[in-house]
Structure formats: C-alpha cells, structure tokens
C-alpha cells in the first residue's frame, strides 16, 4: 500500500480545518473518545454543529480566534492506501507555516471559499505551491451550500482559477470538485444537492491519483550527518558515514567521491540496525563504510564519482521571506544546506513577484514578510548542490538571523 502526502492551503476561514475533520469523521479515522470530546468542545463553546475543525486545531489560540496558525499533521488510511495530512494555516501572517507543511507534500489541496472566489491568498498559496513543484492541485470549491449550490459559480471559479494557473511556470494537473465540506457532501459520498457534478468525491480522487515521484533516483547524493566510531572491543576498527540518501541509489563495489575534498573511495557495505542491505536509495537512513581511510565529517557529501553536484560559492535562489524584518542587500546571514551550514551574504536582489500579477520588480529595495522573490547569494565556502525542480533536498536551503537565530527564508535553489 503506497503512502500519498497532501496538504491543504487556501485563505483563512475557507474551511480547510473543517474539511479535514470531515474526511477523518466520515472515512470512520477517528475514535469514539476523540468525537465525543469534539462534540463538548464544540457543545460550550455554542457551536451549532458538531465544529470538526477542532480534530485540527489543537492550540488554544486556535480554538478561540477560529482559525489555523500552526501545520497540523494528521494521518489516516483506507483500504487503498495511506495519508498524511498536513493542515497549513491561511492567514497571510501565517504563510511560512503553510510553506513547511506543503515542503513534503506530493499533492495540495487548494481551497476556495465558494462566495469569494479566487482572492489575493489563494493565488499567493497557489504561486508557492507551485514553486515547490507541487504538480498535482485539488481545486476544492468549499461552502457550495451558501450558494445554493449553483453550477454557474462553480463553473466560473474553475475558470477564473485555471487562467491564473496558466501564467505559473511549471505546468499543474487540476481537479476541480464542488464541496460542502460542513455537511459532507462530495467529500466521501457524493451530494444529492449537485446532481450537475458527475465527478469523483474528495476521498475517491486521493485514492486513486497517480502522483509522480518526488524522489530523484538517478543522481546519487548522501549529505553526511554523522560519523559513527564506536572504539568498542566488539568493533574496534568500526567507522561509517550515518545520512539519509537524498538522491539515487548506492550499492556497494560503487565508486564515490567525498566532498569538499575530492577524495575517492569504494563502499564496503550499506549498513542499517536491521542488517546489511544491498542498495540503498532516497529516502532511506543508512550508514556506509567505505574501502579507504577518508577525513569525512558532518555537511560533507558522499556522491557518485561520475555524477557531480554543482559544486560553487555563489547561486541565484528564489525565497519566501518569512520574517518581519525586512532583507536588505548585504545582509549577513546563517545558510543550512541539507546537514552543511554556511556563512552568507546576500548580494544582491533580483527581483520581487507581485502575486496577483505575476510581474517580476526588479527595482525592489528590499524584501518584507511573505515577500517572494529571487535573490543572489554568497556563502563562506562551496555548496554542493543541485538545481531544486531536479532534488528538492538538495536544491532547497533556509536562512537563519545569526543575532536571533530566527530562520528567516526559506530558498529554492535556480
């Protein structure tokens, strides 16, 4: 049974919470004590419906403002394969939080409050979903019965959604469905009130969506988090490389290469706490021995010595801002690279996106909160890297305020 994971991302108040509940509650994902505590919950604070919401929002700011603000994971399975949710927040104060929910996700669930249409928030999720190669949308019409479940709104949403899509650089797959995700219709079993919409339901469509691999098989890629070196009686001479493969595969009798030192070496085994294996690939967590005595430590990176990463000082990357102090060119900042951290400057700014038009300023003086964009970047000493729509692990890096130690972008590697 294969392992889908999706995230929900949309405006605030577009019911992506209730949603959720509503999957887990009709799906039958949820236990009898976690219903009835949903049930008083929602009985003192004067709800007039059993408020599902709730199996999401767990923080009690949560809970009295009614809305999202941090990545809620839920999982739950059918008999045709297995979830994970993430429930990212709406709130434009709150976009960082949706960008790290939706970092792992093969899938999103894009919301869009039915009396509203496609606002300014659902285009900004929409542009980083796509930024983060996101390739499979589900446009979830919420709240049809506050529209008399008309088709014509439906139908022009979907319009009005698929022409801003068009003007996003990396081509999406859209399904468009009609919900009412307050009283279950189209989210597991269809709705009487649509009878215009022959389509699947929510559940039936994330159960049977091909989603393609996030995982890159071909470049081989193993950033170095640990040496292990136990100097026991039972191993004295004992010592590999602890990672987890972030692209392609390794097997021993391979030829490879550690960098930055350009040392090369054979593996000599794979080994993992249940034994040896034969070939390991993304994203599995394994130490490797290798035939020869290398100087390898933490932010190195073993890799296939005919199958080189970019290897530089200097990239162009584009980032969401995430903190409300504003990034000003020359800015000194902390970069963390899959386990390798560097010093950075950043050197110049590129150019801004406005969201709702998709035009690129390139006359931008600096950059504010949730502010996207494309930046040049100086670090300390070599990265190795690859282009993020080819590795998304080894493409993508986070900036962090070296006074706060507040991470204050997160960056996808041009």
């Known amino acids: 049974m294969d392992l889908l994971r999706f995230s929900t991302c949309g405006s605030v108040d577009d019911g992506k919470s209730t949603l959720i509940g509503r999957l887990l509650y009709d799906s039958k994902s949820i236990f009898e004590d976690q219903l009835e505590a949903v049930e008083n919950s929602s009985r003192k604070r004067g709800d007039e419906h059993v408020n599902l919401a709730l199996l999401t929002d767990g923080l009690k700011a949560e ?8 990545v809620a994971y839920r999982y739950f399975a059918t008999p045709k394969r297995k979830f994970i949710i993430a429930d990212t927040p709406g709130h434009v104060q709150y976009t960082r939080n949706m960008v790290t929910g939706a970092s792992t996700s093969q899938l999103a669930i894009v919301l869009v409050d039915a009396r509203k249409g496609v606002i300014e928030q659902t285009r900004r999720h929409s542009f980083l979903v796509n930024l983060l190669r996101i390739n499979h949308i589900v446009l979830a019409i919420n709240k049809m019965d506050l529209v008399d479940f008309d088709q014509e709104v439906f139908n022009q949403i979907e319009k009005d959604y698929r022409a801003f899509a068009s003007g996003l650089d990396n081509p999406m797959e859209i399904t468009a469905i009609p919900l009412a995700a307050l009283h279950g219709d189209n989210i597991v079993d269809p709705s009487d009130n649509m009878p215009w919409y022959s389509g699947p339901t929510l559940l039936q469509h994330l159960e049977v969506v091909e989603v ?3 995982e890159n098989h071909d470049d081989a890629r193993f950033p170095v988090q640990w040496v292990i070196r136990p100097q026991s009686e039972a191993y004295p001479d004992f010592r590999a490389f602890a990672g987890r493969v972030a692209g392609g595969v390794f097997r021993p009798g391979q030829k490879v290469m550690a960098l930055p030192s350009g040392f090369e070496s054979t593996i000599k085994a794979i080994h993992t706490i249940e034994g040896d294996l034969d070939e390991a690939f993304a994203p599995l967590s394994v130490s490797l021995s290798l ?3 290398i100087d390898i430590s933490r932010g190195d990176m073993i890799v296939s010595s005919d199958d080189l990463p970019r290897h530089e000082q200097e990239l162009n990357a584009t980032i969401c801002w995430f903190s409300e102090k504003k990034l000003i060119p020359r800015g000194k900042y ?55 729509k080819r590795n998304r692990i080894t493409g993508s890096f986070i900036l962090i305020d070296a006074g706060t130690n507040e991470t204050v972008a997160g960056g996808m590697i041009e």
Request: overall charge negative; aromatic content about 8%; cysteine-free.
């Open 212 to 214: 393609l691999d996030a």
């Open 334 to 388: 902390y970069l963390r690279h899959t386990t390798r951290e560097v010093q950075a400057i950043v050197s110049a700014l590129n150019y801004k996106v406005d969201i709702n038009t998709l035009e690129r300023d390139e006359d931008t003086a600096n950059f504010a909160l949730n502010d996207i964009g494309q930046i040049h970047i100086r670090t300390s000493s070599p990265l190795f890297f690859d282009a993020y």
């Open 63 to 70: 809970r009295e403002q009614g809305i999202t603000i941090d």
């Open 291 to 293: 035939e020869d005595e």
